[in-house]
């Protein structure tokens, strides 16, 4: 059974960091690309970060590029997404996802996690 179960979330100040990990079971996480999703309250979800399979290209949405970073551990079967510069507008639940390929749109992402909330605010 495939499940990704992320972590790492919580609360943080402006201008703050946090490191959010992806932990994969049931699959091999080598073999799949992996995104990170989030979603605010009354927002759509909005593609945050993606990463190939070998690690080797990466892919940011706007909002986020230059603060955040996404990595992998194959060998732990397990993706981070670390957030720098946290800003009040980061605040959402954040998701992981599984895909074939390097996307960036919901609908071409095939397993999900339950997420993990982070809120910036002071």
């Known amino acids: 059974q495939v499940q990704l179960v992320e972590s790492g979330g919580g609360l943080v100040q402006p201008g703050g960091s946090l490191r959010l990990s992806c932990v994969a079971s049931g699959f091999t996480l080598g073999y799949a690309s992996i995104g990170w999703f989030r979603q605010a309250p009354g927002k759509e979800r909005e593609g945050v970060a993606c990463?190939?399979?070998?690690?080797?290209?990466?892919s940011y949405g706007d909002s986020v590029k230059g603060r955040f970073t996404i990595s992998r551990d194959n060998a732990k079967n397990t993706v981070y997404l670390q957030m720098n510069s946290l800003r009040p507008e980061d605040t959402a639940v954040y998701y992981c996802a599984t895909s074939s390929r390097l996307a960036k749109v919901p609908d071409d992402f095939g397993s999900w996690g339950q997420g993990t909330q982070v809120t910036v605010s002071s």
């Open positions: 990463i190939s399979s070998d690690g080797f290209y990466s």
